[in-house]
C-alpha cells in the first residue's frame, strides 16, 4: 500500500501501544480528549440535575437530609453521640458516596454509552474518565456544605481544610481502579452492576462513615483488620479536615491506602485496554 | 493523489453469543455455534478519489465493514489499513442531551465526532447557519421537533472534512425540503471530500455517485463493479 500524500499517514486499523503502557496510555489520552471529556462531563453534571426547582442545592440536600436521618437513628441506638457525630456522618457520606457512585457509573460507563460506541470510535477509556470526574464536579459542589458547618459548630478553618478535596480526588482513584477493571465484564454480563451496586451498599457499613477508626481500634482485632479498609483513609482524613487539625492517622494506613490505589489503577487500566474491545461487541 | 487508500486484507471479525444460565444448559445436550461471524475473509481495496458504494440486503454486514475500517470493531483476523483520518456518518444526533441547549448539543456532538474545541469554534456559525434553528437554538433540544434535531445533527456532521468519509444510511431525515437541502450537502461533502465509502438503499443515488460498488452477502464479498453490474447482481441474490 503506497502512500498517497506525504502529509498522510498510513496505520493500521486496531493497533494498539502494548498493555504495559496501558496505565499511562490512559492519562494521556484524557489530555489528548480534553474537550470531548469536557463536554461530556457537562453532559452528565447536568443531566442529573435537570428540571429541578433546587437544582444544584440537591449536591449539598442529599448528604445533609441523610446524615439527619443517620443522625436520630445512632442517637437512638447509642444514646448521646459526640457533638460532633453528625458531622462525622455528614463528610463520611460525602465521601463514600463519592467513591460508591463513581464507582457505579463507572462500572456502567460502557453500556451506558452504547450508542456512542456504536458510533464513532475514540479511546474508551474516556467513558470511564467522564464518569469518574462527573462525580467529582458533584462531590465537590457537595463540599461546599462543610463551611456552614464549621461556622455553626466553632470550627477552625485552617489549611488542613485542603485534606477535604485531597479525600474527594483519593476516594474517586480508588473507585476507577477497580471501576476499569470491571467495566468490561459488565458489558457482557451485566450482574457485575447488580453485585456492585450491592458491594457499595453494604461497604458503607463496614467502612467509617457512621463510626470511626479511633471507636473501631477500642474493639481490638476487629478494629486492627477495619484498618486495611481503603476508604478508612479518604473518609477519616476528609473528618481530620472538617475538625481543622493534622490528621492522626498512622502514615503507614495512608501510603497502604494510595498503594492499593495505585495497584488498582495497574492492573485495572491493563484489563480494561486488554478486554474493552472484545466486551463491546456484547453491546 | 494516487494510490490505494483503504486496504482490508482477510479482514474476518467474529461477534460472540451471549451465553445465560439457561443458554449453556440447552448447550449441553445440544452443541451451538457459539458466534456469529459477521464478515468472512473480506479483500477490499479502495483507491483515493474513489467514491465506492457497498450494497447488500439488511444484515449482511455492510455497516460493518465501515465499522471496521472507522476502527470501531478491529478485525479478528486480517488486517484493515487506512491512510488518512477518517469520519463515520451514521446515526445522526447520537449522544444528544436532552437539556441542554443547541448550541451545548452541537458542541457535544461535534466534539464526539472528534473535533477539537479551536475547529469547533471556526465552524460554528456555518453550522448554526445550515440547520436553519433560528433562535430555537439557545432552547433545550427537548422542545425540538424530530426533524429539528436532525437537522442540527446532520449540520454538525457535515461540517467535517475527512480524507476518507464513511456514510451510512443517512439520506433522507426532516421535511421534504429539508431532504434535498440535505441530499446536496452530502453530495458536495462527496464532493469535496477525497475518497467515499457509502452505504445506502436508494440505487439511484448509488448509481449517479458512485464509481464502484461491492456487493456484500452474509459477511462475503460476492463481487465488485461497476454500480449496474453490482445492482444486476444484487437482485440476482435477492431474486
Known amino acids: 500500500m503506497d502512500e498517497p500524500n506525504s502529509r498522510v499517514k498510513v496505520t493500521e486499523v486496531g493497533l494498539k501501544p502494548p498493555l504495559i ?101 475514540f479511546p474508551r477509556i474516556v467513558f470511564p474518565m467522564t464518569s469518574l470526574m462527573a462525580n467529582i464536579v458533584i462531590t465537590l459542589m457537595s463540599c461546599i456544605v462543610v463551611f456552614p458547618i464549621m461556622f455553626a459548630f466553632d470550627l477552625p478553618l485552617t489549611i488542613h481544610a485542603l485534606l477535604i478535596p485531597a479525600s474527594v480526588f483519593l476516594a474517586g482513584f480508588l473507585a476507577i481502579g477497580v471501576g476499569i477493571l470491571l467495566a468490561p465484564l459488565n458489558c457482557i454480563y451485566q450482574d457485575v452492576e447488580h453485585l456492585v451496586r450491592f458491594i457499595v451498599r453494604a461497604g458503607f457499613f463496614v467502612s467509617p462513615v457512621m463510626w470511626t477508626y479511633e471507636m473501631a481500634l477500642e474493639r481490638g482485632a476487629f478494629g486492627e483488620a477495619a484498618m486495611y479498609n481503603p476508604m478508612l483513609t479518604p473518609i477519616t482524613l476528609a473528618r481530620h479536615g472538617l475538625e481543622g487539625h493534622a490528621t492522626t492517622l498512622p502514615p503507614e494506613i495512608i501510603i497502604w491506602t494510595i498503594s492499593f490505589g495505585c495497584a488498582m489503577w495497574l492492573i485495572g487500566s491493563i484489563i480494561f485496554e486488554k478486554y474493552e474491545r472484545r466486551a463491546v461487541k456484547y453491546l | 493523489m494516487k ?3 483503504i486496504q482490508l486484507e482477510g479482514v474476518t471479525l467474529h461477534f460472540p453469543k451471549l451465553k445465560t444460565l439457561t443458554t449453556i444448559l440447552r448447550n449441553l445436550f445440544n452443541k451451538k455455534e457459539s458466534r456469529f461471524t459477521a464478515l468472512k475473509e473480506i479483500d477490499l481495496a479502495i483507491k483515493s478519489g474513489e467514491v465506492f458504494g457497498l450494497i447488500g440486503k439488511n444484515g449482511s454486514g455492510k455497516s460493518t465493514i465501515l465499522r471496521v475500517i472507522s476502527g470501531i ?35 457535544l456532538y461535534g466534539s464526539i465526532l472528534g473535533h477539537n474545541e479551536e475547529e469547533m469554534t471556526r465552524k460554528l456559525p456555518e453550522i448554526l447557519e445550515f440547520s436553519e434553528l433560528g433562535d430555537f437554538i439557545y432552547e433545550p433540544i427537548r422542545t425540538y421537533s424530530a426533524g429539528m434535531k436532525a437537522r442540527l445533527g446532520l449540520a454538525v456532521a457535515s461540517a467535517i472534512r475527512p480524507d ?45 455517485i ?16 461497476t454500480p449496474e453490474e453490482a445492482i444486476k447482481a444484487y437482485y440476482d441474490i435477492t431474486g
Open chain 2, 3 to 5: 494510490g490505494t487508500v
Open chain 2, 210 to 225: 458512485c464509481d464502484r460498488v461491492a456487493v456484500i452477502n452474509k459477511g462475503e464479498l460476492i463481487m465488485i463493479g
Open chain 2, 73 to 107: 470493531y478491529p478485525p479478528d483476523d486480517g488486517t484493515c489499513k487506512v491512510a488518512g483520518n477518517v469520519s463515520l456518518l451514521a446515526g445522526i444526533g447520537t449522544g444528544f442531551s436532552a437539556h441542554q441547549t443547541g448550541i451545548e448539543n452541537a458542541l
Open chain 2, 164 to 208: 476518507i468519509l464513511l456514510i451510512d444510511e443517512v439520506l433522507g431525515v426532516g421535511d421534504p425540503q429539508f431532504r434535498e437541502k440535505s441530499k446536496k450537502r452530502i453530495l458536495d461533502l462527496v464532493a469535496e471530500t477525497g475518497t467515499v465509502v457509502i452505504v445506502s438503499h436508494s440505487f439511484g443515488l448509488m448509481k449517479d
Open chain 1, 21 to 121: 503502557k496501558a496505565p499511562l496510555y490512559a492519562i494521556q489520552e484524557m489530555f489528548n480528549h480534553k474537550f470531548l471529556i469536557r463536554n461530556l462531563v457537562v453532559r452528565e453534571v447536568r443531566g442529573k440535575y435537570r428540571n429541578a426547582l433546587l437544582g444544584y442545592t440537591w449536591t449539598v440536600l442529599e448528604p445533609a437530609l441523610l446524615a439527619i436521618v443517620y443522625f436520630f437513628l445512632f442517637y437512638m441506638l447509642a444514646g448521646n453521640p459526640d457533638k460532633l457525630y453528625a458531622m462525622w456522618v455528614l463528610i463520611g457520606i460525602i465521601i463514600w458516596g463519592c467513591f460508591g457512585k463513581s464507582l457505579q457509573a463507572v462500572v456502567s460507563s460502557l453500556t451506558r454509552n452504547r450508542n456512542t460506541i456504536h458510533l464513532v470510535y
